[in-house]
């Protein structure tokens, strides 16, 4: 890397890098102001009643981070414009969430998602799984804090753990002093960061390399719009069904049964509100997600002669983004620290969500087992202390990402290895009423064992370039250190055939399958062997399953007829009556075991209704207000 390229920050650039973190903060210390005197469910929760603007945005900053800011324009730049079609996933990833799996956790009444493992199936299910998303997240989160500490590096200098410290720093404090709420607004601020960082890019790299015209142009020589490869192959990286299928199965095992997305949909006041969440969230995707893939064709078109990777002018693909920034946004103050607040909008955002998560599940998993009576403040302080434990193990695992490989691969590996089994073992209890515990039990075993398998084998025996196909990347423009001649990349092995290493069987097939079908083998294998033993070893018979734990796929095709739809609920009475009408403002009223009694701030008794919410007759939709707290004296 060039020295000149390095601790070229301006007085202005840390300004504006400066005011993310002080707004954050400042978010945090205000709702730490604002709910001191609320219940720890307010901490948790956000009081179970937020709307679905902020609660969209937040959605939208959290799964978009840095590993988007940074990797996804690599990407673009090296292999072409197919991660474009992420957009498909992420289409059917959201309808399928707001419309199978939020609805059953939004009415289970829940706080933490595991929680319904162990009313669908038993509590040694529930134990397992959280302890698989808490180890998922942690890995994840640490992608997440490596990459903009990268782009810091790479743009100024700063030392590269010192980065990974500060973020960790700042996330967790307004994390742990806010809690929900101001994770919700911090991502929202974070989220217009995001897409004013992107614009700023756009418009510059768009000027600098002669207009829209000739980056479309550019970009269409050098085969980077080449979308739409029908090729079936599994072995390829990005095809369109890899990207479509693969990366549905993957990004459903984040948003569909993720404690985080879950944790802010249940949060809101309406179920209606919780959808609508998702579907604002879809349109925020696909915002970044276009910024993030024209980001990457203006940055080939700009370097189209003369590519850095090649030219050793940056040592890693992931820095490609911030050397381009410098590039282009060097000779103006502020803009070059407005991108990498771009950048750590992204992380800060994923992280404080993954924090709150984690504490979320452990606090209501394993702690609220344990201790079964904790005064109100008690359980307050306990939730704080967990989101400080977490902000260090996330911060501590940082430092093991920089051995990852490639931030987006790497990010959604983690995603797919764990994700997949996760999203087949809340499959098998939704969708499919004849599951019993040890078909899940062994269902979940038998999906993380393929997908770990798969996804540690293809970390020891990387796919070859013939799997990959990166395009071609000149340096035609650029003299080499040692020689004159120009030259120009091209992966020799995807050229010539002859040149590939002799490698077993196993390794050029198994091993070399797109990262993304890592979450599909694990659902699959997940379902099947969950369906299978639950057979084997006496299934549950339809009629003992409660209906609301169910959400039958039939029921999502309107224009079925009823008797239709009743053939394929496999003899669950979905007709029974589970909701019921919500209360007055000032009444709770009692459903027997669904009702709990505990002692409210200022010593005064309180019911709570923690396992099941109302149905609201004027807004035609379920809410939370069965979760309002009656705090009159008894």
Not at 154 to 166: K, P
Not at 298 to 303: H, R
Request: aromatic letters at 12%.
């Amino acid at each position: 890397m060039d020295d000149e390229r390095v601790g070229t920050f301006v007085s202005w650039d840390y300004v504006v890098f400066a005011c993310l973190f002080a707004v954050s903060s400042g978010i945090g210390v205000f709702f730490a102001v604002k709910e001191r005197k609320n219940p720890s469910s307010e901490f948790l929760v956000g009081g179970r009643q937020m709307t679905c603007g902020p609660v969209a945005l937040s959605l939208t900053a959290s799964f978009m981070s840095a590993v988007t800011v940074l990797g996804a324009p690599s990407d673009v730049y090296r292999s072409g414009g197919s991660f474009v079609l992420f957009g498909v996933a992420y289409t059917f990833v959201v309808i399928a969430t707001a419309e199978l799996f939020v609805p059953v956790f939004y009415r289970s009444g829940i706080t933490s998602t595991y929680e319904y493992l162990e009313r669908r199936f038993c509590k040694g299910v529930r134990m397992a799984a959280t302890l698989i998303y808490i180890l998922q997240t942690i890995l994840y989160t640490g992608v997440v804090v490596y990459a903009p500490a990268l782009a810091l590096n790479q743009v100024t200098g700063f030392n590269l753990w010192g980065s990974i410290f500060a973020t960790g720093v700042v996330c967790t404090f307004y994390c742990t002093l806010g809690g929900l709420k101001a994770v919700v607004w911090t991502d929202a601020f974070q989220m217009v960061v995001m897409v004013v960082g992107f614009m700023t890019v756009l418009v510059q790299g768009t000027r600098k390399t002669g207009g829209a015209a000739s980056v479309w142009e550019v970009a269409k020589n050098g085969n980077r719009l080449d979308i739409f490869d029908f090729d079936p192959d599994p072995l390829r990286r990005h095809t369109f069904w890899t990207i479509s299928i693969g990366g549905t199965f993957t990004w459903l095992g984040i948003y569909g049964v993720n404690q985080s997305t879950i944790q802010r949909c249940i949060s809101c006041k309406t179920e209606t509100h919780a959808k609508l969440a998702l579907y604002f969230n879809l349109l925020g995707l696909l915002v970044i997600l276009v910024c993030a893939v024209f980001s990457g064709l203006i940055m080939y078109a700009f370097y189209a002669n003369c590519d850095p990777w090649t030219a050793q002018s940056v040592t890693a693909p992931d820095q490609l983004m911030p050397y381009f920034v410098m590039e282009i946004l060097g000779g103006y103050p502020g803009l070059p620290g407005l991108f990498v607040a771009c950048a750590f909008s992204g992380t800060l955002s994923t992280v404080a969500a993954s924090i709150n998560a984690l504490a979320t599940v452990t606090y209501e998993d394993f702690v609220k087992q344990c201790c079964t009576n904790l005064s109100n403040k008690a359980s307050g302080w306990i939730s704080k202390g967990l989101c400080i434990v977490f902000g260090v193990a996330c911060t501590t695992m940082a430092v093991a990402a920089s051995y990852m490989g490639g931030i987006v691969q790497a990010a959604l590996s983690i995603h797919g290895m764990c994700g997949g089994p996760m999203l087949g073992l809340f499959s098998l209890g939704i969708v499919f009423p004849w599951t019993n515990s040890m078909g899940a039990a062994g269902g979940l075993t038998v999906g993380i064992a393929l997908s770990f398998w798969a996804g540690v084998g293809a970390f020891i025996y990387p796919a070859l370039d013939i799997n990959t196909r990166p395009l071609s990347l000149s340096i035609e423009g650029c003299l080499q250190p040692n020689s004159s001649d120009p030259t120009t990349s091209v992966p020799p092995s995807y050229l010539d055939p002859t040149a590939l290493p002799s490698r077993s069987s196993l390794a050029d097939h198994w091993y070399s399958m797109s990262y993304l079908y890592y979450s599909a083998v694990g659902f699959l294998a997940t379902v099947t062997a969950g369906l299978l033993i639950s057979f084997i070893t006496g299934h549950t018979r339809s009629r003992d399953v409660k209906p609301w734990l169910l959400r039958p796929v039939c029921n999502l095709f309107c224009f079925w007829s009823k008797k239709y739809k009743k053939m394929c609920w496999c003899g669950v009475n979905h007709e029974l009556k589970q909701d019921m009408e919500c209360p007055d403002a000032d009444t709770v009223k009692d459903e027997g075991p669904f009702v709990k009694e505990d002692i409210g701030r200022k010593g005064m008794k309180r019911k709570i209704q923690p396992a099941k919410n109302c149905y609201n007759l004027q807004e035609k939709a379920h809410d939370n207000a069965g979760f309002t707290e009656d705090t009159k004296p008894f």
